[in-house]
């Protein structure tokens, strides 16, 4: 199956997606890949086919300020969590997208787990992969450091940074042809590093965190945990206490993999997600 590049005007900005179709129309809701931090869409394109060709259909956008997504300046758009799920919402609503399956990664993949929290009524499923779920979750000294004052101003602008950071989150060595992909926006102007220094600045992770933990003690609908235990940033046993404690949740642990499996285990990350994405629909 191949993976389609679009994009899409949703007010004032664009949005960059990548989409897989089954060849039959899904009768399952599509499910809608966000990525984390400093990653893109393409992250997930070595899964998407693999889903499509079992009869789910895949859009994986670059997140507003990421790719080739618009980069709006911070007067525009705050690249705060509420922000954040304001934009997802309405990139969503574009799509004519009325209820769908999450699957979200990465210190930006909290926001995918606020924007369920908020409207449940749209969200079929969620599958969590190597992304903050507990309040004692702290943004690693990797990222913090590119948050800083001067400091994160000179960091931010450095295409090498996307190297450093998925490979010292991931333990692997990233191809030349990825990275090629995800250097490719620092390259073209400063505004990929000026909008990941307001993101890292404007997480609010501790609110976040304090909202997930609280908002899931709810949550009734199929959940799925994937987790690479050799995460350098998030450990394995908060993941594994906050799927125990769901209604309907799931835990697969992936021994070898880190904080990017989606990268690098996607045969791993895709035998999990294809059953947990094909079941019934709830209603």
Known sequence: MAVEEKIITVGSWDWFYREANPVNPPDVP?????????????????????????????????????????????????YTPDAFVEALGAFLDALE?????????????????????????????IAVLNAPVSPDATLPWTFKQMSLPFVGDMMTQDPLLVDRTLEKGSGFVIPDEDLDVYRRPWLKSSDAGRALLYT????QLKSAMAEIDNGFRQWTQPSLV???????????????????ELENGQFVRLEEAAHYPQEHWSEDVGKALIPF???SSTT
């Open 30 to 78: 599509t499910a809608v890949f966000l990525h984390g931090i400093p990653s893109l869409g393409y992250s997930w394109s070595a899964i998407m086919p693999e889903l499509a060709s079992q009869g789910v259909r895949g859009v994986a956008p670059d997140w507003l300020g990421y790719g080739r997504s618009s980069k709006p300046e911070k007067r525009e758009f705050a």
């Open 97 to 125: 997208l009325d209820r769908v399956s999450l699957v979200v990664q990465g210190f930006l993949g909290s926001v995918g787990l606020q924007y369920a929290l908020r409207y449940p009524d749209r969200v079929d499923r």
């Open 200 to 203: 890292l600045q404007n997480l």
């Open 277 to 279: 994405l094909r079941r």
């Open 226 to 244: 994937v987790w690479g235990v050799l995460d350098p940033w998030l450990s394995v046993e908060p993941a594994k206490a906050f799927a125990n």
